[in-house]
Nanobody, 123 residues
Framework: QVQLVESGGGLVQAGGSLRLSCVASGRTFSNDAMGWFRQAPGKDREFVAAHSWRGDFTYYADSVKGRGTISRDNAKNTLYLQMNSLKPEDTAVYYC????????????????WGQGTQVTVSS
């Protein structure tokens, strides 16, 4: 059974930092592109960052560029998202996702999803 389990969310003040983790199990993820997405109340799920399976490409949404860093440890089947200089508008449930093959920034392209971790940024 494929599982993606996120952790690391919480309540943080504006300007603070968080490191989100996503541990994958149930399949070999080293050949998967993986990404982070987020969904705020009343809004659609949106792309945050993505990482190719070989690690040679990373992509970021303009809203987090310069503040977020996506990384992965294939030996640990773990995906990370370091978020700095957090803003209230970063408040959302953050999801990790994976897909076999090429990296994508589209929600619909990802097959496997975690349950999400809540990030709340207070002003």
């Amino acid at each position: 059974q494929v599982q993606l389990v996120e952790s690391g969310g919480g309540l943080v003040q504006a300007g603070g930092s968080l490191r989100l983790s996503c541990v994958a199990s149930g399949r070999t993820f080293s050949n998967d592109a993986m990404g982070w997405f987020r969904q705020a109340p009343g809004k659609d799920r949106e792309f945050v960052a993505a990482h190719s399976w070989r690690g040679d490409f990373t992509y970021y949404a303009d809203s987090v560029k310069g503040r977020g860093t996506i990384s992965r440890d294939n030996a640990k089947n773990t995906l990370y998202l370091q978020m700095n200089s957090l803003k209230p508008e970063d408040t959302a449930v953050y999801y990790c996702a994976s897909r076999y093959g090429r990296v994508s920034m589209q929600v619909a392209d990802y097959v496997y999803w975690g349950q999400g971790t809540q990030v709340t940024v207070s002003s």
